[in-house]
């Protein structure tokens, strides 16, 4: 472990990271280039003081950015790939970008109208896809605009996003927040907002800002520019072409209901010009799967399950063979050490784990024989991967189990259950009452229920996140 007053170039963060140059550095903690000791890549590992933000009262802050990061994945947004932590310490496991933030470049001038398409295509579909997994950034700004080393655009900074679940029961959000110079109007006014539409007010500002190399809405006076805003009040430079005005128009209509939908900037002439979406139905698909939409935002009973894999809160392997754990990892995805409680107590848990001395094809003939006893299709992935789906649908759609199996040796395996879809207290009936007594054969010990030997070994100091309850952010 390293420890914050420690940290340094060449240092060696949790047995895996190398760190690198200091990138950054905030109230709350640094931001440090590392490199992955096993595969070597580069990665930027933001680490944050857990006291200081539960000082300021930021608790539900992380725990949305880190759930939001989970749900979007896309190639123009800034992967998350996993989240530690020690007592002292979250460590969030990024995404290096080279390029830096897209305002360094607009700090130069204006930039040429086939740049400023191409990122404002980039920039359209990567929020586009956010707000399909009911994700909606608010505070989107040239800063929080990375370019990689190929001149792509990723949205970064999640930390002002919401979710869908944060609407009222009015359907809207209500918290002001975000930069004053590129905040829609109505989320000033304080009255409600569509935090999809507010969003397409800010890349209309950062459209403009692209072209024009200044901002729309600007005055010393805050309260003057927000008259402004609300008015839509601002002048083209003769340089922007008249069919890219008409678009911005659109996009800065002070009336959010008869501003221009994303599916309608897409269709336009200007904007359509060389555009090549990135993400394929396939690949799109794939991130579907990895956390299903209504399992994020709408089963209000249960908390958001952000830990996939060991040590990761959005990568999810792809296995020819059950994945090999080390010791470590062990550590990570046993109950012990489980982050869940890292700032509140949760009893309603959407995955279990059990161990077993059974080989994996022992495992997963057992799996499908219990499944197929509770009349349970089962839909096999890749090696120790599998997924069980109920036969009609339940209180909340159709009820999905996931089961990973990790091989530590050749005949001792951890395996990993998890509700995907459906109600939750569907899933936790039946394992309860179903699914943990059929397997009692080839158990050797559950989550929680482990070797007194076990039990009575210390506790090391650090604490790979695995798993993190997220309670629906304040809107």
Same mark, same amino acid.
């Given at each position: 472990?390293?420890?914050?007053?420690?940290?340094?170039?060449?240092?060696?963060?949790?047995?895996?990271?190398?760190?690198?140059?200091?990138?950054?550095?905030?109230?709350?903690?640094?931001?440090?280039?590392?490199?992955?000791?096993?595969?070597?890549?580069?990665?930027?590992?933001?680490?944050?003081?857990?006291?200081?933000?539960?000082?300021?009262?930021?608790?539900?802050?992380?725990?949305?950015?880190?759930?939001?990061?989970? *749900?979007?994945?896309?190639?123009?947004?800034?992967?998350?790939?996993?989240?530690?932590?020690?007592?002292?310490?979250?460590?969030?496991?990024?995404?290096?970008?080279?390029?830096?933030?897209?305002?360094?470049?607009?700090?130069?001038?204006?930039?040429?109208?086939?740049?400023?398409?191409?990122?404002?295509?980039?920039?359209?579909?990567?929020?586009?896809?956010?707000?399909?997994?009911?994700?909606?950034?608010?505070?989107?700004?040239?800063?929080?605009?990375?370019?990689?080393?190929?001149?792509? *655009?990723?949205?970064?900074?999640?930390?002002?996003?919401?979710?869908?679940?944060?609407?009222?029961?009015?359907?809207?959000?209500?918290?002001?927040?975000?930069?004053?110079?590129?905040?829609?109007?109505?989320?000033?006014?304080?009255?409600?907002?569509?935090?999809?539409?507010?969003?397409?007010?800010?890349?209309?500002?950062?459209?403009?800002?692209?072209?024009?190399?200044?901002?729309?809405?600007?005055?010393?006076?805050?309260?003057?520019?927000?008259?402004?805003?609300?008015?839509?009040?601002?002048?083209?430079?003769?340089?922007?072409?008249?069919?890219?005005?008409?678009?911005?128009?659109?996009?800065?209509?002070?009336?959010?209901?008869?501003?221009?939908?994303?599916?309608?900037?897409?269709?336009?002439?200007?904007?359509?010009?060389?555009?090549?979406?990135?993400?394929?139905?396939?690949?799109?698909?794939?991130?579907?799967?990895?956390?299903?939409?209504?399992?994020?935002?709408?089963?209000?009973?249960?908390?958001?399950?952000?830990?996939?894999?060991?040590?990761?809160?959005?990568?999810?392997?792809?296995?020819?063979?059950?994945?090999?754990?080390?010791?470590?990892?062990?550590?990570?995805?046993?109950?012990?050490?489980?982050?869940?409680?890292?700032?509140?107590?949760?009893?309603?848990?959407?995955?279990?784990?059990?161990?077993?001395?059974?080989?994996?094809?022992?495992?997963?003939?057992?799996?499908?024989?219990?499944?197929?006893?509770?009349?349970?299709?089962?839909?096999?992935?890749?090696?120790?991967?599998?997924?069980?789906?109920?036969?009609?649908?339940?209180?909340?759609?159709?009820?999905?189990?996931?089961?990973?199996?990790?091989?530590?040796?050749?005949?001792?395996?951890?395996?990993?259950?998890?509700?995907?879809?459906?109600?939750?207290?569907?899933?936790?009936?039946?394992?309860?009452?179903?699914?943990?007594?059929?397997?009692?054969?080839?158990?050797?010990?559950?989550?929680?229920?482990?070797?007194?030997?076990?039990?009575?070994?210390?506790?090391?100091?650090?604490?790979?996140?695995?798993?993190?309850?997220?309670?629906?952010?304040?809107?």
């Amino acid at each position: 472990m390293v420890d914050l007053k420690m940290e340094n170039k060449g240092s060696v963060l949790m047995q895996r990271y190398e760190l690198g140059k200091l990138l950054g550095q905030g109230t709350f903690g640094k931001v440090y280039h590392a490199r992955n000791l096993k595969t070597g890549l580069s990665v930027a590992i933001k680490i944050i003081d857990k006291e200081k933000i539960l000082k300021v009262g930021m608790i539900d802050q992380i725990k949305r950015e880190i759930s939001v990061m989970r *749900l979007v994945r896309h190639p123009n947004i800034v992967q998350l790939y996993e989240v530690m932590a020690t007592k002292k310490r979250i460590y969030f496991v990024m995404e290096y970008i080279k390029g830096g933030e897209l305002f360094n470049k607009l700090v130069k001038g204006k930039l040429k109208e086939d740049v400023v398409r191409k990122y404002f295509q980039q920039l359209i579909s990567a929020v586009d896809f956010c707000h399909s997994r009911g994700v909606y950034h608010r505070d989107l700004k040239p800063e929080n605009l990375l370019l990689d080393e190929n001149g792509n *655009l990723k949205v970064s900074d999640f930390g002002l996003s919401a979710l869908a679940e944060s609407k009222r029961q009015d359907g809207l959000l209500h918290t002001t927040c975000g930069t004053p110079a590129y905040v829609a109007p109505e989320v000033i006014n304080r009255r409600g907002y569509d935090g999809a539409k507010a969003d397409i007010w800010s890349c209309g500002v950062i459209l403009f800002v692209l072209l024009a190399g200044y901002l729309p809405f600007h005055d010393s006076n805050l309260m003057e520019m927000y008259k402004k805003i609300g008015k839509a009040e601002f002048k083209y430079p003769n340089w922007i072409p008249p069919d890219v005005r008409r678009l911005i128009s659109k996009i800065l209509d002070p009336n959010p209901k008869t501003r221009i939908s994303i599916s309608k900037i897409m269709e336009n002439s200007w904007f359509r010009k060389g555009f090549q979406p990135k993400v394929t139905k396939s690949s799109a698909d794939s991130m579907i799967r990895d956390m299903d939409i209504k399992e994020a935002v709408v089963d209000a009973d249960a908390m958001f399950s952000i830990g996939e894999n060991t040590n990761t809160t959005g990568v999810k392997s792809e296995f020819a063979k059950p994945t090999n754990l080390n010791a470590f990892d062990i550590i990570s995805l046993s109950a012990g050490f489980d982050l869940s409680g890292l700032f509140e107590e949760n009893d309603q848990k959407n995955e279990v784990r059990f161990t077993s001395k059974q080989p994996s094809k022992t495992i997963i003939s057992k799996l499908e024989q219990v499944a197929k006893s509770l009349k349970l299709k089962v839909l096999k992935k890749d090696g120790g991967l599998l997924k069980f789906e109920g036969s009609k649908a339940g209180r909340k759609g159709m009820l999905s189990i996931d089961a990973e199996i990790f091989e530590v040796t050749p005949s001792f395996h951890l395996v990993e259950m998890k509700k995907s879809n459906g109600d939750t207290l569907e899933y936790q009936k039946m394992m309860k009452q179903d699914i943990r007594p059929s397997l009692k054969d080839i158990v050797w010990t559950w989550q929680g229920d482990r070797p007194q030997s076990l039990q009575q070994q210390e506790q090391p100091d650090v604490q790979p996140l695995t798993q993190l309850d997220v309670v629906a952010p304040q809107n």
